[in-house]
């Protein structure tokens, strides 16, 4: 080889692709931008200074915590507790539960959350101020027969409950679970037969199997759309106030800018709640997926050494 | 292995059918093994054999017949010559005494070895947690992985994971051990530590039956071989009969093509050798 140095080809210093549209792109971003800073800055109407005060009001406080972040709390726990049910009912070889997990799953996709909170807590609540828990026609049963009994064993007052928060989780939940029941009923489809074998072939029994083996794979796929389903459903908290609960954020926030007749700040207050709250989810989401996404097949380092242990055999 | 023939069968299933849509699979086996016996089944693909062993332990569902473990008939109850469906339960307890390793293993993957293996006499038979683990680990320590009991399965070699799979079978203590092809999904190099357990275990009194396509164990190792074809039986007799001297024409064709294949998978192992020596040579000279 005789070549030398120079006409061998070196480093390479090309020019990169140009993107004059991005350029363009950006300018019209930044058109857009200076006018809305524009607006905040001209139009006093938006009052920002007065949206933070609002966001501390203690009744606003007060409608973050008891409304957004119990009641999705509350919503999402009811909604996996009764959506994982509902996943096992629907691949159970019972026809009565798949039945019953099918009906209520086309009940709950199909009836809007605002309708079904009205529904549960005005609605409810007209048809039966108390729940009377009895035989069915007990009163009238005891009518006919001349009993001196109603047939009916306990009571419950629910308008007491009707407007609290409980019932908008609850409303929230029954919802969910719906949604929930997918998500869980893909996850437990995703994990191997294989695995439920092994288990059935070791004597373990349905309900075992599904707790120790199916469940906890399945939960790797569960996890990140259920991540998607909370940050959804602390927006749906706003829908509270058709139960009617107004220890709600937005409500608040809102009836705050109303009384002051101050409208824009009162939604604004409530809207960077909602993006901080989100924020903090997301977040908190990427960290969970994660966690959930690692394992399975990986760790593959100790393969090599394994073949050679085993070898002495 | 020395078996008692007037012992009742451990085993035995009679005129054994099963359709998977409308189309037949098994044909009416009949089989019965005895206690300590090793009963090799071979046969070509397709031929029923996974089925028949998914059939014992109820992991399917027998269309005719009956198949008796231990005297008891599987998965049904018999009350005056009516059959009664047994619950999932009577079924999984059944199960109990009767463990099976897969070709792909199955362990569980979000267990340890020694969780897998701790598992079910945990759950099923409720032994403590501890003393559980205690024995796990004896079982691992007699595959041979004693040093592996807290590898998860997607951190050991296929030879290994069955190795697990079987120290988690027998971690039930079962009268009955049925392997499906439990070596065939694996890398040659790795097949003969998964066999060497498998002796062990023939040597130890374990009934087994065993689905396989190495001949050489078959040979060694197995009391009887059953051949099956399309669903039925079709010869079976000691190792020496029905491998040595085969007497219908299906039996001799597969036997030759399992010979054609064996001779290969030999080659392969002997190259494999060769070629390990020579990087031993090469590491250490002197030695
Ligand atoms: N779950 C099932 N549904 C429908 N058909 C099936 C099912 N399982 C097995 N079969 C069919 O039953 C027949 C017997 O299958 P089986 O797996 O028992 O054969 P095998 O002897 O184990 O074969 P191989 O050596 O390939 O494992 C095959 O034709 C197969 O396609
Ligand atoms: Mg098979």
């Known amino acids: 080889m005789t070549t030398t140095t120079e006409d061998r080809p070196g480093r390479i210093e090309a020019r990169p692709v140009r993107h004059p549209w991005r350029w363009v792109a950006v300018a019209g971003i930044a058109v857009l931008a200076a006018m809305l800073i524009s607006s905040f800055v001209t139009n006093e109407r938006w009052n920002f200074p007065f949206a933070f005060e609002i966001m501390v009001q203690r009744p606003v406080i007060e409608g973050l915590w008891k409304g957004t972040i119990f009641g999705t709390f509350g919503a999402m726990v009811i909604g996996i507790v009764l959506g994982v049910l509902l996943a096992v009912m629907r691949l159970s070889t019972n026809p009565v539960l798949r039945g019953v997990a099918f009906v209520y799953t086309w009940f709950f996709r199909a009836i809007p ?65 719906a949604y929930m029941a997918e998500i869980a009923r893909a996850g437990i489809l995703s994990v191997d037969r294989g695995q439920t074998e092994a288990a059935q072939a070791l004597g373990m029994p349905p309900g075992k199997t599904m707790r120790r083996i199916v469940l906890p794979q399945a939960m790797r796929v569960i996890v990140p759309p259920t991540g998607n389903e909370t940050i959804a459903m602390v ?27 101050q409208i824009m700040p009162g939604i604004v207050a409530g809207t960077i709640w909602y993006l901080i709250v989100c924020s903090v989810l997301m977040v908190g989401q990427y960290f969970l997926e994660r966690r959930f996404g690692r394992g399975f097949g990986t760790a593959p380092a100790a393969r090599t050494k394994a073949t050679e242990a085993g070898g002495e055999h | 292995m020395t078996t008692d023939a007037a012992a009742p ?21 009949d089989l019965d093994v005895r206690r300590g016996e090793v009963v090799v089944l071979l046969g070509p693909s397709g031929s029923g054999k996974t089925t028949f062993l998914r059939c014992i332990n109820q992991l399917e569902t027998i269309d005719g017949g009956r198949i008796w473990v231990d005297g008891d008939l599987m998965g049904y109850d018999d009350r005056g010559g009516v059959l009664h469906r047994l619950t999932d339960r009577r079924i999984a307890a059944q199960r109990r005494d009767i463990g099976m390793c897969f070709q792909r293993f199955n362990l569980f993957p979000h267990m340890t070895a020694v969780e897998n293996v701790a598992e079910a006499p945990v759950q099923v038979k409720g032994i403590g947690k501890r003393e559980a683990r205690e024995r796990a680990r004896t079982l691992l320590d007699r595959v041979g992985l004693a040093d592996k009991a807290d590898s998860y399965p997607a951190q050991l070699s296929g030879g290994q994971q069955q190795r697990v799979a079987i120290a988690r079978a027998l971690a039930m203590e079962p009268k009955l051990m049925l392997f499906d092809e439990p070596t065939s999904a694996l890398d040659p190099e790795l097949v003969g530590e998964v066999l060497a357990v498998m002796r062990e275990l023939a040597a130890e009194g374990m009934t087994m039956i065993v689905v396989t396509h190495e001949m050489g164990f078959a040979r060694e190792v197995a009391d009887r071989v059953v051949f099956m074809d399309a669903g039925a039986v079709v010869e079976h007799g000691t190792p020496a009969e029905v491998i040595g001297r085969p007497q219908h024409e299906r039996t001799r064709a597969f036997l030759s093509r399992m010979h054609a294949q064996e001779t290969e998978h030999a080659r392969v192992a002997a190259e494999h050798a060769a070629a390990e020596e020579a990087a031993l040579a090469a590491e250490d000279p002197a030695g």
């Open chain 2, 9 to 29: 069968a451990l085993v035995r299933a009679l005129n054994v059918t099963k359709a998977f849509h409308g189309v037949e699979v098994l044909k009416g086996i």
């Open chain 1, 235 to 261: 927006k749906d908290t706003s829908l509270l106030i058709a139960v009617p609960v107004i220890v709600e954020l937005f409500y608040q926030s809102y009836q705050f800018g109303q009384r002051t007749f």
């Open chain 1, 113 to 177: 959350r605002y309708v079904l909170l009205v529904l549960l807590g005005t609605g409810l609540v007209f048809l039966y101020p108390v729940f009377d828990i009895g035989v069915p026609f007990g009163q009238q049963i005891s009518a006919a027969l001349g009993l001196s009994t109603d047939l009916t064993f306990a009571q419950f007052a629910y308008r007491d409950l009707s407007s609290t928060i409980w019932v908008g989780a609850l409303g929230l939940g029954l919802s969910e679970a």
